[in-house]
């Protein structure tokens, strides 16, 4: 089992590379859920040393896009391979609540399925585990989801059907400690956790805080440790 942890800024990237995460997912504006990052972060990050996965997400909000919006996730997802990302994590889905293929393929048209990964919109389809089948006949065997559950540990049935289809799954979604287990027990590839935690500046004394939230929300070196840990013991249990 691998660790994945999804970062927002270089110091996250060695933050998660100190405390034995294998691989990043980077995005910006973590606080949406995650948009696409620009490429100078993306340089920045795979400077490090530590292989990372750019989110292609847009806009916050849906994951049904325009024609216009699709255009722009292609060109992001090849400015962020370019940049150094060693894959793209993306997603959509077309109003029925189905994959979009129209996207997928497009695409696939552009760049190998085997550096794409879809991200979460899978939890918000219709039928994740036809969707799933979907991704595969694209030959896109990378998935991250949570089971369509709020939380991974609480979506372990979807989780263990979705490795036996033959996916590569990261579990994510609010993976906490206890869930490690479970997770590996139901076969996924990865356990991916965000081991945020919100941080204002102590540096300013003058500041209205009704004026700006100035609040931020790095990764948690220790948090990041105590799950990383977790995944060592259970792949040290495996073996």
């Known amino acids: 089992m691998n660790f994945e942890i999804c970062v927002s ?10 405390a034995g995460a ?8 973590w606080e949406c859920g995650g948009l696409t990052p620009t490429p100078a972060s993306v340089r920045a990050s795979a400077s490090i040393g530590i292989p ?6 847009p806009r916050a909000g849906s994951f049904v896009y325009n024609a216009s919006e699709k255009q722009l996730i292609i060109a ?3 400015d962020c391979l370019d ?12 109003e029925y609540g189905n994959v979009d293929e129209h996207l997928i393929e497009m695409l696939c048209e552009k760049i190998s399925s085997e550096i794409m990964v879809f991200h979460r919109a899978l939890d918000l389809s219709t039928h994740p585990l036809e969707s799933a089948k979907v991704l595969q006949d694209f030959g896109i065997s990378k998935v991250l989801s949570s089971g369509g559950a709020p939380a991974a540990g609480l979506g372990l049935s979807l989780l263990g059907d979705l490795s036996k289809l033959g996916m590569e799954v ?3 979604g609010g993976v906490r400690l206890e869930d490690i287990t479970a997770l590996g027990e139901a076969g996924v590839e990865a356990v991916h956790a965000s081991c945020r935690l919100k941080t204002l500046p102590d540096t300013m004394t003058n500041t209205d805080e009704g004026l ?3 609040s931020t929300y790095p990764v948690d070196f220790d948090k990041a440790l105590l799950l990383s840990d977790g995944v060592l013991k259970w792949n040290e249990y495996e073996s």
């Not at 800024?9 to 100190?18: H, S």
């Not at 940049?83 to 077309?94: Q, S």
Request: hydrophobic share 55%; charged share 25%.
């Open 83 to 94: 940049a150094g990302a060693e894959m793209v994590v993306i997603g959509g889905l077309d």
């Open 212 to 214: 700006f939230d100035l």
């Open 22 to 29: 294998d691989r990043v997912e980077l995005c910006g504006h």
């Open 9 to 18: 800024t270089p110091v996250d990237v060695a933050l998660a590379q100190e």
């Open 52 to 57: 990372v996965r750019a989110l292609i997400r």
């Open 76 to 78: 992001e997802a090849l």
């Open 170 to 172: 990261i579990a994510g």
